[in-house]
Each structure stands twice: as structure tokens, then as C-alpha cells.
């Protein structure tokens, strides 16, 4: 069984810096796919990111990008040039290449400051 | 707006009742998948249905279940309603294909056992 773990309940930073969100994971799987899901108070799971397990680049999108580890099983979400509009509970999350079923872990809650 | 609706938005129930949970899927989308978030938790996988069959199972007991319509809409039905029960359920719909095809939520339904 695949597990996700985030090691960060609360992050914050101030708004325009950059701020990192770790997430390490275990699986026994060759390929899969990596998620960062964004669901702010309005309860709606918004996709910030997904990274492919066999492709060797690191994913970027906008202001985000990762650091993805695959030996480490690592996969981290830096943010740059935060705003206010960042704030909100982040979701990692895990996916087999097979099915729909996403194993999230416990989230990291960011706060961008003004 | 992902184009996946839920209703209701929030629900009250008393411990013992049944409680059925409606999802509407984008047009197209013959995959959905529900989800139980306990409050400050991520979101655990109950199950998966792809073409009206159950394909996939997390681990909740068969007090939890489900159907899946052919006009993109599914429900999640608990029986015997528990205290631990509550929670926001969140479906989520995709396009099953040997291609990644990105999985889109709805906001979720609020449901409150007492």
C-alpha cells in the first residue's frame, strides 16, 4: 500500500517570498504520478501541479514548480513570489497508473502574510 | 468551477439514519471516485466506479455504497449512520483511459452526524 506523508501542519511566509512544502511517500510501484492539490476554505480541491514519475524533469507551473526525488521518494512544492490568494491547506497526493484512487497525506496548512 | 456538482452542500443526520450523497460528473467522464475528509485530515478513498461497476475499494466497511448512473451522475449511500461519520465527502470524475487524464472535484458535501 502506497503511503503519503507531509511532515508540516502549518507554514507561512510573507507575501512575494518564496515558501517550500515538503512530502515524502513509499511505494513499491516503478510508475506513477505525484499531485499537489490547493483546497482553500471553500472546500473546493483545486490541481496545482502533477508530476509523471518517468519523466525526469521537474514539473512547473507558473509560480510553482517541484523538486521531484525519485530515489528519495521525495516530492516538494516551492511557491515563489507568494500571495495573498495562496492561502490555503495543501494536499500531496499519490496515484498508480492504474485507476482513479489518490492516496493523500494529512496536508500542510500555508498562511501568506501581508 | 470544475463542472462536477454536489448536493446537498451540508447535511444534518442523527446517528442510526441513512444518508444518500448526489454527485453529477462532467458530460463525458465515465469515472468517479468518492472520498471521506474527516475535519483537519486528507481525504481517504471509499471507492471508485468506472461504467456503472464498482472497480475499487478503499478500506470502509459495506454500510458505504454506491451507484453510478449512465447520465454522469453517481451517489454515496451510508447506512447506519455513525458519529464518526461525519465528515465532507468529496466526489471526483475523470475520463478512464490508458492516457493520463486529469481527475476533477466537486466541493463537496458537509455531512454531520448527531
Known amino acids: 500500500a502506497q503511503t503519503v506523508t507531509q511532515s508540516q501542519p502549518e507554514m507561512s511566509v510573507q507575501e512575494a517570498e518564496t515558501v517550500t512544502l515538503s512530502c515524502t511517500y513509499d511505494t513499491s510501484e516503478n510508475n506513477y504520478y505525484l499531485f499537489w492539490y490547493k483546497q482553500p476554505p471553500s472546500r473546493q480541491m483545486i490541481l496545482v501541479i502533477r508530476?509523471?514519475?518517468?519523466?525526469?524533469q521537474n514539473a512547473t507551473e507558473n509560480r510553482f514548480s517541484v523538486n521531484f526525488q525519485k530515489a528519495a521518494k521525495s516530492f516538494s512544492l516551492k511557491i515563489s513570489d507568494s500571495q495573498l490568494g495562496d492561502t490555503a491547506m495543501y494536499f500531496c497526493?499519490?496515484?498508480?497508473?492504474?485507476?482513479?484512487?489518490?492516496?493523500f497525506g494529512e496536508g500542510t496548512q500555508l498562511t501568506v502574510n501581508p | 468551477e470544475t463542472g462536477v456538482t454536489q448536493s446537498p452542500t451540508h447535511l444534518i443526520k442523527t446517528r442510526g439514519q441513512q444518508v444518500t450523497l448526489r454527485c453529477s460528473s462532467q458530460?463525458?467522464?465515465?469515472?468517479v471516485s468518492w472520498y471521506q475528509q474527516a475535519l483537519g485530515q486528507g481525504p481517504q478513498f471509499i471507492f471508485q466506479?468506472?461504467?456503472?461497476?464498482?472497480?475499487g475499494r478503499g478500506n470502509f466497511p459495506p454500510r458505504f455504497s454506491g451507484l453510478q448512473f449512465p447520465n454522469y451522475s453517481s451517489e454515496l449511500n451510508v447506512n447506519a449512520l455513525e458519529l464518526d461519520d461525519s465528515a465532507l465527502y468529496l466526489c471526483?470524475?475523470?475520463?478512464?483511459?490508458?492516457?493520463?487524464?486529469?481527475?476533477?472535484f466537486g466541493p463537496g458535501t458537509r455531512l454531520t452526524v448527531l
Open positions: 508530476q509523471e514519475a518517468y519523466k525526469q
Open positions: 458530460s463525458g467522464h465515465n469515472t
Open positions: 471526483a470524475s475523470r475520463i478512464m483511459a490508458r492516457d493520463y487524464n486529469e481527475q476533477f
Open positions: 466506479y468506472y461504467r456503472e461497476e464498482e472497480n
Open positions: 497526493a499519490f496515484r498508480g497508473t492504474s485507476g482513479s484512487r489518490l492516496t
